[in-house]
């Protein structure tokens, strides 16, 4: 992916319209580890696909994922959930996927604050097209499944796979106006609201009311510590974050809205403001003699003054940067290169081999690819022209119909949380609803290639040339 520039923000900007040419570091980071991590992703895809179908290696694979897991203190076993050891699968979904979530709740945060939605102005048009992109989906699928055994499914369409969709994006390098990547980017991420909106209002059951105490007031201690005692140590809200996700992992409540409530309560600002952390570089450089450089840590070795100044230059580093960024910037190469692609591996294996090819375009398979594929293109493109006819947001620069066309098809790429709204919505169905899940998988496979596929051509044709 491209790099570009990123200069001062001037307010008169987001009246123009101009968001395309205004993007931070920390941003333009999660765009490029997304596009990286996508490939990643595609690779874990494709090996559990044919590690699922290769006799005799599929029944290690599926009994692998029903392994139990255990971190036990005496009788204590911290990957419990309602007395029961988790499975290798359910640590992956619930306690991995929480941090993934977390991850999740860090960006929105951020980018309320700083980014791309904290100006209305500036969202309105993603949100307003992540928001179509939402409606039109449901509503599909319900048209095709009302009566049926897999109505629940409902919102599994509604998805946007942000490291699919800009991994396609990457493919097409420096063609794509950076504006149409943070379109994409903004709408992937309000999409990314909606689905915990949907897993938290209509994905918990049997609630305990004393687990949900235990965890309310682990939040407290998170705010206390955040608002009013200035806590600043990742490891403060590390530890008390963890002790929360137990709370609401036993609560009834899904675990993976614990990752976002605890995200929010992350500290945004530094220890140091920018000013007060040059000062420091500055008067910490000063004590070098630039007459001294070549016997600076001679033999590799520094003496107990320059190792004392260069800890004051490392310690400032450490505090100019907020633990809100620093936690998003640390843990966005775990989530894109090992925690993603392993649920995609634990979770995308689907037995082929005894399928009826009708399957595809029938029943539940066929609700979720009309769903991604035409729900999401429809909603998305329909709400932005209609937001950008209305005179309600400007169109993002150097774009046209035929790329947010394209953008919005590329929005029906609802891999990782359709995968993971279908396990929430019958992997605990018994044998029909493991039934319903395999065909849901092949749904959210193929109708995410297609999304994919067709929105790769489209901007192919219709995005500039390179000169």
């Not at 580890?33 to 694979?61: E, S």
């Not at 008390?240 to 995200?263: C, D, K, Q, R, Y």
């Not at 003496?303 to 260069?310: I, T």
């Amino acid at each position: 992916m491209s790099h570009v520039s990123s200069p001062r923000r001037n307010p008169a900007d987001f009246e123009a319209g101009g968001f395309g040419h205004h993007i931070f570091y920390s941003a333009r980071q999660a765009l490029r580890h997304h596009a990286t991590g996508g490939n990643v992703l595609i690779f874990a895809t494709l090996l559990a696909l044919i590690v699922a179908n290769i006799p005799g290696l599929n029944t290690l694979y599926n009994e692998f994922w029903n392994q139990e897991m255990r971190l036990q203190v005496g009788d204590f076993n911290i990957f419990s959930h309602g007395g029961h050891p988790m499975t290798v699968l359910q640590f992956i979904n619930d306690a991995l996927m929480a941090l993934f979530f977390f991850t999740i709740g860090l960006e929105i945060k951020r980018e309320v604050l700083v980014g791309e939605l904290s100006s209305f102005r500036q969202a309105l048009l993603p949100i307003m097209g992540a928001i179509g992109g939402m409606i039109f989906p449901v509503g599909l699928y319900l048209l095709l499944s009302v009566g049926t055994d897999y109505v629940d499914g409902a919102a599994i369409p509604m998805a946007t796979d942000i490291a699919f969709s800009l991994g396609v994006l990457a493919i097409l390098g420096s063609r794509v106006p950076i504006s149409l990547k943070i379109f994409l980017t903004t709408l992937a991420v309000v999409d990314d609201i909606g689905g915990i909106i949907v897993i938290a209002a209509f994905y918990s059951s049997h609630i305990d009311l004393m687990f949900i105490s235990y965890a309310v007031i682990g939040l407290a201690v998170l705010i206390l510590g955040g608002m009013v005692m200035k806590i600043q140590s990742k490891i403060f809200y590390v530890v008390v974050g963890g002790i929360v996700w137990f709370f609401v992992l036993n609560s009834g409540i899904h675990p993976t809205i614990a990752g976002v409530l605890i995200a929010f309560c992350v500290p945004s600002e530094p220890v140091f403001a920018p000013r007060k952390y040059v000062r420091i570089i500055r008067d910490s450089i000063r004590n070098f003699d630039e007459a001294d450089d070549e016997n600076l840590g001679k033999e590799n070795l520094l003496n107990h003054d320059e190792l004392d100044w260069l800890k004051q230059i490392e310690s400032a580093s450490d505090k100019v940067i907020s633990p809100l960024q620093d936690l998003e910037d640390s843990l966005h190469p775990v989530i894109n290169y090992l925690i993603i692609p392993l649920f995609a591996f634990a979770n995308a294996g689907i037995y082929l081999l005894d399928m009826n090819p009708v399957t595809i375009v029938s029943g539940i398979s066929l609700a979720i690819i009309v769903g991604l594929v035409l729900g999401k293109f429809i909603g998305i493109f329909i709400f932005s022209w209609l937001t950008v006819k209305l005179h309600m947001a400007p169109m993002p620069d150097q774009s046209n119909w035929k790329m947010i066309a394209a953008v919005s098809m590329l929005g029906g790429i609802g891999f990782t949380v359709s995968l993971f709204i279908a396990n929430l919505s019958f992997g605990d169905g018994g044998p029909a609803g493991l039934a319903l899940l395999n065909d849901a998988k092949l749904g959210i496979v193929v109708g995410s290639l297609l999304a994919g596929i067709i929105g790769y051509f489209l901007l192919s044709r219709y995005l500039p040339r390179e000169s």
